[in-house]
Antibody, heavy 125, light 109 residues
């Protein structure tokens, strides 16, 4: 069974740093792109960026470029999302999600077929 | 950037009724569109991709249609567990950019 298990909820102060994780199991982690998606309280979904764990090729949404860092450790089957200096506006639920691979062409699609359970990040003084 | 507009914002229906949700793109996305369901307190779940293909394990009462700029998600007969928020999503060509619609909440009437 494919699973993405994220690290637990965090409460931080503005200016602090944070790294949250997403551990994959039940499939070849390094062969599937992983995206991160933000959901602010009571709001919709926002795509942040994507990483290919095999070679750590990473792309960012223009809205999040420079605001966060996405990384991965393929030996640990884990992807990460980190902030160097948190703001109150970073308060949100963060999801990792695996990209669908077309079963006939083996092409990676920008659709998300498996999701982590989410990590709630609260930033408050 | 392609904008996805979902309507209505809220749909009030009874179990057993048919639900029709709309997603309109600001420019053509061909058939590169997905639908997700998000129940309260849960992560989103992929229902439909490529506008009309059901994802693995998704019941047949969910169907998607459309291409270009106008798309529809239909739930043929609402089950109690279908009351949730639904999002459409597309990917833009060129440097990858993914956008989601604002969501439609299907609530019990």
């Amino acid at each position: 069974e494919v699973q993405l298990v994220q690290s637990g909820a965090e409460v931080k102060k503005p200016g602090e740093s944070l790294k949250i994780s997403c551990k994959g199991s039940g499939y070849t982690f390094s062969s599937y792109w992983i995206s991160w998606v933000r959901q602010m309280p009571g709001k919709g979904l926002e795509w942040m960026g994507i990483i290919y764990p095999r070679d750590s090729d990473t792309r960012y949404s223009p809205s999040f470029q420079g605001q966060v860092t996405i990384s991965a450790d393929k030996s640990m089957n884990t992807a990460y999302l980190q902030w160097s200096s948190l703001k109150a506006s970073d308060t949100a639920m963060y999801y990792c999600a695996r990209h669908l691979v077309d079963s006939s062409t083996y092409n990676t699609r920008y659709f998300f077929d498996n999701w982590g359970q989410g990590t709630l990040v609260t930033v408050s003084s | 950037e392609i904008v996805l507009t979902q309507s209505p914002a809220t749909l009030s229906l009874s179990p057993g009724e048919r639900a029709t949700l709309s997603c309109r793109a600001s420019q053509s996305v061909s058939s590169y569109l997905a639908w997700y369901q998000q129940r309260p307190g849960q992560a989103p779940r992929l229902l439909i991709y490529d506008a009309s293909k059901r994802a693995s394990g998704i019941p047949a009462r969910f169907s998607g249609s459309g291409s270009g700029t106008d798309f529809t998600l239909t739930i043929s007969s609402l089950e109690p567990e279908d009351f949730a928020v639904y999002y459409c999503q597309q990917r833009s060509n060129g440097p990858p950019t993914v956008t989601f619609g604002g969501g439609t909440k299907v609530e019990i009437k």
